[in-house]
């Protein structure tokens, strides 16, 4: 099974609106990246957060990390229509070769209307 | 510079035929990963390579389908014979070190009819 979760599964939300997805995930973890897809293309990587950090930015983006709940949040604020795309938490798992394996949640599709 | 190349974008074959898809990695990046894309699985990794060397196929769905790397720059994924339900989005992906961010090419989209 997916190691990630993301929820909400879709969203739509009005240009200038921030956008909030939520990541669960099961066992322990090194870290955690969120990625990007626009449709038919490949994934884009985002942003990596590592598990003893809790917060994190990147221009419009920023992550959190609670490795108590084991989740994670990725919001995108003052959305614009191009960040329409498929948003998918990836972790790299505490006994896997450390870095070397990524298992992805099944994403949320991201809709934001101009 | 170039990012991951994969080909063909779009391959449409019939059911038993044999399928090779394609992929060139970042210069200089030491892993490479194979994925499968589906509406019912999502992201599945196939296999991964560290240095031409595969580490762990445990993703391979069955012994029809095989992964080579013959040399840093290069990297196959063959299926054969195909299947309907074979049909998927196939990316590969690669990076520089294990604490670095995997970089996706832009799939190939197969069908088998």
């Known amino acids: 099974s997916q190691q990630g979760e993301e929820d909400p599964q879709a969203l739509s939300i009005q240009e200038g609106e921030n956008a909030t997805m939520n990541c669960s995930y099961k066992?322990?973890?090194?870290?955690l990246q969120w990625y990007r897809q626009n449709s038919g293309r490949g994934l884009v990587h985002l942003i990596l957060i590592r598990s003893n950090e809790r917060e994190k930015h990147s221009g419009r983006l920023r992550v959190t990390l609670d490795t108590s709940k084991k989740s994670s949040s990725l919001l995108i604020t003052a959305s614009r229509a191009a960040d329409t795309a498929s948003y998918f938490c990836?972790?790299?798992?505490?006994?896997?070769?450390?870095?070397?394996?990524?298992?992805f949640g099944e994403g949320t599709q991201l809709t934001v209307n101009p | 510079d170039a990012g991951v190349i994969q080909s063909p974008r779009h391959e449409v074959t019939e059911m038993g035929q044999e399928v090779t898809l394609r992929c060139k990695p970042i210069?200089?990046?030491?892993?490479l990963f194979w994925y499968r894309q589906t509406m019912m699985r999502g992201l599945e990794l196939l296999i991964y390579?560290?240095?031409?060397?595969?580490?762990?196929d445990s993703g391979m769905p069955e012994d029809r389908f095989s992964a080579k790397m013959p040399n840093a720059s290069f990297s196959t994924l063959k299926i054969q014979p195909s299947e309907p339900r074979d049909s998927a989005v196939y990316f590969c992906?690669?990076?520089?070190?294990?604490?670095?961010?995997?970089?996706f090419g832009d799939g190939t989209r197969l069908s088998i009819l």
């Open positions: 066992t322990s973890i090194n870290n």
């Open positions: 990836a972790t790299d798992r505490v006994g896997e070769t450390s870095g070397s394996r990524l298992t």
């Open positions: 992906a690669s990076k520089l070190d294990p604490y670095q961010p995997q970089h």
């Open positions: 210069s200089g990046h030491d892993y």
């Open positions: 390579f560290n240095n031409n060397v595969p580490i762990d």
